[in-house]
């Protein structure tokens, strides 16, 4: 095995997804609850349910209708 490598002539793995970016959030337990049952339903995680939700959410530009009372 060499002491050092040279990566400089390196391109990205194209099989490769999109990075994910591990954080921390906070749901309210309905919504955690929500997700889960539905994620079930579908037979995938729930976090790539959110995830996908999210997803779309952000391709279709959408706007969240907040309001306050």
């Known amino acids: 095995m060499r002491d050092e490598y040279d990566f400089?002539?390196?391109?990205?793995?194209?099989?490769?997804?999109?990075?994910?970016?591990?954080?921390?959030?906070n749901l309210d337990s309905d919504v955690i609850v929500y997700f889960k049952e539905t994620a079930a339903k579908?037979?995938?995680?729930?976090?790539t349910l959110i995830n996908l939700y999210l997803a779309d959410c952000?391709?279709?530009?959408?706007?969240?209708?907040?309001?306050?009372?």
């Not at 400089?8 to 959030?25: D, L, M």
């Not at 579908?42 to 976090?47: E, L, V």
């Not at 279709?60 to 309001?67: A, E, F, G, S, V």
């Open 42 to 47: 579908a037979g995938i995680p729930y976090q």
């Open 8 to 25: 400089s002539g390196a391109r990205k793995n194209p099989y490769v997804k999109k990075e994910k970016q591990q954080i921390t959030i």
């Open 58 to 69: 952000a391709a279709r530009n959408l706007q969240p209708n907040i309001t306050w009372q």
